[in-house]
């Protein structure tokens, strides 16, 4: 369904997100590297010059990982006391895993919501006095 028949609904624009594929027409992808967005959709032509995603996405990730890692961490060190170097060999891979996995869906999800709320840098209105 493209934004010439009707607009994307929410579990729509989410499903696009997750998928890392363009905000409007969901074919095109949106990425050209790992992070790295393409200057517009191959399918429909949109160009992406809008996103800005900032650090959100990293922000989510972060807490997200740090509340398993933490929390597993925690119930290893209170269970079984294992020396440091089991801590590292088991939290360091999976700190990797927690983090960068999700990093790209998280960040597209970010920029497909941005584009289905119509989200931009806010503009000063200058008031006339009555």
Known sequence: MTSETAPATL???VMRGLGCKCPRCGEGKLYAGFLSLRPNCEACGLDYAFIDAGDGPA??????AGFIVVGAALVVEMKYQP???VHAALW???ILATTLLPLRSMKALL???QYFHKA???QLVE???K
Not at 59 to 64: A, L, N, S
């Open 83 to 85: 020396p440091f170097w």
């Open 120 to 122: 931009a840098e806010g």
């Open 11 to 13: 579990s729509q624009t």
């Open 59 to 64: 922000v989510f990730i972060i807490m997200i």
């Open 111 to 113: 920029i497909d919501l």
């Open 92 to 94: 360091g891979p999976l």
């Open 127 to 129: 008031r006339k006095p």
